[in-house]
């Protein structure tokens, strides 16, 4: 199972002040982002049509054992 890896993308696009420009929110929000461990899909929209050479694939990663709530 994959998931996205949101902290490298907010500092691939250019960090949290501009990831929160181009979506629109305040520039803390891409914090919560990271820390809750969602995004919204329409912000992921408005990240990939501002910055159309981004491949959001290589963001999607392979999840730990623990993230998966399984054993050692």
């Known amino acids: 199972m994959k998931k996205l890896n949101i ?6 696009v250019g960090g949290a002040r501009k990831v929160a420009e ?3 929110v305040q520039r803390t929000a ?3 982002w990271v820390r809750q461990g969602h995004i919204r899909s329409t912000f992921l929209e408005k990240i ?3 910055n159309p050479t981004l ?3 290589k963001y999607f990663e392979e999840r730990q054992n623990e993230e ?3 054993g050692t």
Request: proline residues 5%.
């Open 7 to 12: 902290k490298r993308l907010i500092e691939d």
């Open 22 to 24: 181009i979506v629109g």
């Open 55 to 57: 491949n959001i694939n």
């Open 48 to 50: 990939t049509t501002a």
């Open 30 to 32: 891409p914090y919560g």
């Open 68 to 70: 998966l709530g399984g």
